[in-house]
């Protein structure tokens, strides 16, 4: 057992913060937070004064604090090796030009574990303890993507990525034939599940059409049913850009909403990349099913044509996270991400065509806080994915970051150390890399910063 003791901060709703002011936190040896005792319990002075000198006892230091670690709901691993350049065209033009010969180098596993060893260490060093990987269309990497993540020590969920529509996908990066994509998926689950039983803080397998453009309707139908065969995850793209929206109008009839849900794709543990343009009737599908969106804003203003409804779609009661979207979003930081969801809602809620009169601007009731961004970075995620993640509170995983504000070369400026809101939003507006200490996940320190002043 591990004991913890300091300042934390967890959301308690989707608008407001729990703020633990010197609670101790017992993580038992399977890494779940068993008990939360606060100062105001009658047992607390026993506790520490019977613990507080055992090795296992971890004390903060004045200006420092736990927050959840982050859950990153999108992420393709292989783009890392991209990230930050290559944003200069749309969607359909960027998967063709940059993306695709990119991701076909993962064929060679030595390439593969150099970019996934250090984009799995990056996500770490940056507070994400949960990541929602796309891999590619390799089946030896994507399991090897999975393994680094075991041993790196963070929960990752990996999928294996499905692309074999002949017309659509170039010969030198698609699955050779149906049948074989579904039998690489298959046996790609099978190992994950395999590795899984010995990772602590748990790998699982992702069934991950690509998007609808890039499938057969064989393989959409197949890929449902292994998901149902083996109770997986799903992950794929929705409704991301015009164009993407409107291919499968124009294919199917009908939105990806329903085209997914056709194939058995929406459900619990499904999760949806975009999904900027669900209607009315696509967004009770999602409820109906339990399908979660991956909100991907700064990806969205280089290649979604809008900003999401996060603020309507949150308060329709739909689960929703963020995700980096690597590299369609740059950043490997959901840092940056939260900070980002706070402004793209305040751009659709005013609008941004400064010729239009105030009232026709924008989108009104858009707006959400940065208690809200933060939220979703954390026990949103947590909800879209069906496990105990994202909130430091009894019953979930010690899966958190600590914050270090007192950073000698770069310390926050907190001035008024009794406002604890005032120091959460400075954390959330202000934190890079170097502040994070020391990232734990599921009762494991994963990772220590390693240039100490
Ligand atoms: N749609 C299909 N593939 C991709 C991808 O790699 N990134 C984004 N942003 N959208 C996609
Ligand atoms: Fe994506």
Redesign the pocket.
């Known amino acids: 057992m591990h004991i913890f003791h300091g300042t934390a901060f967890s959301s308690k709703s989707k608008t407001e913060i729990d703020i633990l002011e010197n609670h101790i936190f017992c993580v038992d040896a399977n890494g779940m937070i068993e008990k939360i005792i606060s100062p105001k319990d009658a047992e607390y002075q026993e506790f520490l004064d019977s613990y507080q000198h055992d090795e296992n006892f971890h004390r903060l230091d004045e200006g420092t604090f736990f927050l959840p670690g982050f859950i990153d709901l999108h992420v ?1 691993a292989a ?1 890392w090796a991209q990230s930050g350049t290559a944003l200069d065209l749309p ?1 359909y033009d960027w ?1 063709n030009t940059y ?1 695709f010969p990119i991701e076909s180098k993962f064929a060679d596993l030595d390439f593969a574990q150099k970019v996934y060893t250090q984009v799995v260490k990056q996500l770490l060093a940056n507070g994400t303890t949960t990541a929602l990987y796309f891999a590619t269309i390799h089946k030896e990497a994507s399991v090897l993507l999975a393994e680094i993540c075991a041993e790196k020590g963070q929960r990752g969920l990996v999928g294996k990525v499905v692309m074999d529509d002949h017309e659509q996908n170039p010969d030198y990066y698609r699955d050779a034939t149906t049948k074989d994509a579904l039998a690489d998926t298959e046996q790609f689950i099978i190992d994950v599940k395999e590795l899984a039983k010995d990772v602590k803080q748990g790998v699982y397998p992702v069934v991950t059409p ?2 609808i453009p890039s499938c057969t309707d064989e393989s959409l139908k197949g890929l449902g049913e292994l998901a149902a065969k083996y109770d997986t995850h799903i992950q794929s ?1 929705c409704s ?1 850009s015009d164009w ?1 929206h409107q291919y499968v109008k124009d294919r199917f009839g009908k939105n990806d909403a329903f085209a997914l849900h056709d194939f058995g794709l929406l459900q619990d543990k499904a999760v949806m990349a975009h999904s900027n343009f669900l209607e009315e009737a696509d967004q009770d599908l999602f409820i109906q099913t339990g399908t979660a969106v991956a909100h991907c804003l700064i ?1 969205n203003a280089y ?1 979604a044509n809008s900003a999401l409804p996060l603020k309507a779609f949150s308060e329709k009661g739909m689960e929703i996270g963020l995700g980096s ?1 690597i590299s ?1 979003g740059f950043s490997p930081s959901l840092f940056d991400n939260v900070r980002q969801a706070v402004i793209s809602s305040r751009m659709l809620e005013d609008g941004v065509n400064p010729s239009l009169e105030a009232e026709h601007r924008g989108v009104p009731n858009s707006r959400i806080t940065i208690n809200e961004a933060f939220y979703f970075a954390t026990a949103g995620g947590g909800e879209s994915l069906s496990l105990p993640i994202g909130k430091i509170a009894e019953g979930y995983t010690w899966d958190v970051q600590i914050i270090d504000t007192q950073l000698k070369t770069a310390p926050l400026p907190i001035f008024n150390a009794e406002d604890f809101i005032d120091t959460f939003q400075k954390i959330m507006y202000l934190t890079r890399p170097e502040h994070i200490r020391e990232v734990w996940v599921q009762g494991e320190k994963v990772h220590q910063r390693t240039n100490e002043v």
């Open positions: 393709h783009q969607l998967l993306t690509r998007f793209h991301e993407a990806s290649f979207d369609g």
